[in-house]
C-alpha cells in the first residue's frame, strides 16, 4: 500500500508529477497507478491529467476509477491538477462534456480575440508563467508568497457556482478561478511539478496535509 496514489487514467505524462512528489515525501512512498485498489488504499491521492475532457472522463471509466476518485474525494487529502481540477465540476464547454460534479460549476473556454491591457493580443492556451494571486488562506498555501509564480498550460479555465471554492485566482486578461478548497480538496489549474520552487512548497505542504481546510 503507498502512502501517496497518483491516478493514472492514461491522460498525460506523470512522470514529473511522480518526481516532484517524491523530492518532498520524506519517508511517505509515492505510486502511480492506475489500479482502483491502490488508489482506494492510499493515504493521500493526486489526480492529474492532461488533454482533452471528454477523452479524459472516457479512459476514466474504462478503467474502472470513477468511483475511486468519488470516494478518494470524499475522505482523504486529494489534490486535483490541471484537468484534474476542471473534471471535478459538473459541465465542461469542452465536447459539452458532463463531470464528475463533485464542485458546483463549469468549465469554459477562454475566447478568442483577447488582448492584454497594451493592447497585445493574447494567446489560447493561456501558456507559460503567471501569478497566482491567493485569494484565501489555505494549509497548501504555507510558507508561499501570494502571488506567487507558477506554470499554465491551457485553454479551458473553472468557473465555480460557489465563490468561496476559490483560493486562488490568475489574470488573463480577466480574472479566472486558478485554484480552489474544500474540505480535504484541493485543486489547481496549473502544474506544481513544473513551477520550480513554488511548486515544490504547494507538493510539501499537500504530502504533510491531514485534509483539514
Known amino acids: 500500500m503507498a502512502d501517496i496514489a497518483v491516478i493514472d487514467y492514461g491522460m498525460g ?3 514529473s508529477v511522480e518526481q516532484a512528489l517524491r523530492h518532498v515525501a520524506g519517508e511517505q ?3 502511480v497507478t492506475s489500479d482502483p485498489a491502490e488508489v482506494l488504499a492510499a ?4 489526480f492529474p491529467g492532461q488533454g482533452a475532457m ?9 478503467r474502472g476509477l470513477r468511483q475511486p476518485v468519488l470516494d478518494a474525494a470524499a475522505n482523504k487529502p486529494f489534490l486535483g491538477i490541471c484537468i484534474g481540477l476542471q473534471m471535478l465540476f459538473e459541465h465542461s464547454e469542452e465536447g459539452n462534456a458532463a463531470g464528475l460534479g463533485i464542485l458546483p460549476g463549469r468549465v469554459r473556454r477562454f475566447p478568442s480575440g483577447m488582448h492584454d491591457a497594451a493592447g497585445n493580443k493574447l494567446k489560447v492556451p493561456h501558456m507559460g508563467w503567471n501569478e497566482v494571486r491567493q485569494s484565501r488562506s489555505h494549509p497548501l ?6 502571488d506567487a509564480r507558477y506554470y499554465f498550460v491551457h485553454s479551458y479555465y473553472v468557473e465555480p457556482a460557489d465563490a468561496t471554492l476559490e483560493t486562488a485566482y490568475t489574470e488573463y486578461p480577466f480574472r479566472f478561478t486558478s485554484a480552489v478548497g474544500r474540505d480535504n480538496i484541493f485543486a489547481v489549474q496549473f502544474h506544481p511539478e513544473k513551477s520550480q520552487q513554488a511548486g515544490l512548497s504547494l507538493s510539501f505542504n499537500f504530502v504533510n496535509w491531514d485534509g483539514r481546510p
Not at 493515504?43 to 493526486?46: L, N, Q
Open 141 to 146: 498555501w504555507a510558507g508561499i508568497a501570494p
Open 54 to 62: 471528454p477523452d479524459c472522463v472516457r479512459e476514466l471509466d474504462a
Open 13 to 15: 505524462n506523470l512522470r
Open 43 to 46: 493515504t493521500r491521492v493526486v
Open 29 to 31: 512512498s509515492v505510486v
